[in-house]
């Protein structure tokens, strides 16, 4: 059973899942075209961080960041690399969408990868409904960059 809790940057796990995460954006991605938060990014005060767990095990993690009063935007979703294929991005995922409906969000979006590696988020993100949009917020346009959207 997957337990979501608000929190966990303190947990080794979590700090370890955090470098495997930069390393996997930086491995597909030029450097000037990742945007992930790192561990003080994720603490700002505009960030709701979650990890998620199965008793003492790590599964995976998400965020979101406050934009503005209606727009959030989905950060750091990772999923433990032995936990893929498990369920465990979906239920970080709508975990994150209920909360941004609750704080009375009316849009969240996102940034991600274009390359192959990225195709499994591609993949959740579509089954979730949201669809190709402009850059927001502070990105510009970039090869290497895919901006997803959707209404709440």
Known sequence: MITIREGGLD???VQDLLRLHA??????????SCHFLD???????????????????????GALKQLDAT?????SMRTVPAQLGKGV???VLEHILATARARGLTRLSLETGTGSAFAPAHRLYQRYGFV?????????????SRFLTRTL
């Open 11 to 13: 947990a080794p796990q």
């Open 39 to 61: 561990l003080s990014g994720l603490q700002a005060a505009d960030v709701t961080f979650w990890s998620a767990w199965e008793g003492e095990d790590l599964l995976g993690m």
């Open 71 to 75: 727009h959030g935007e989905v950060k």
């Open 89 to 91: 991005g979906a239920a």
């Open 23 to 32: 390393s996997g954006m930086l491995a597909n991605s030029p450097a000037e």
């Open 132 to 144: 190709p949009c402009a850059p927001f917020g502070s990105y510009a346009e970039d090869p290497h």
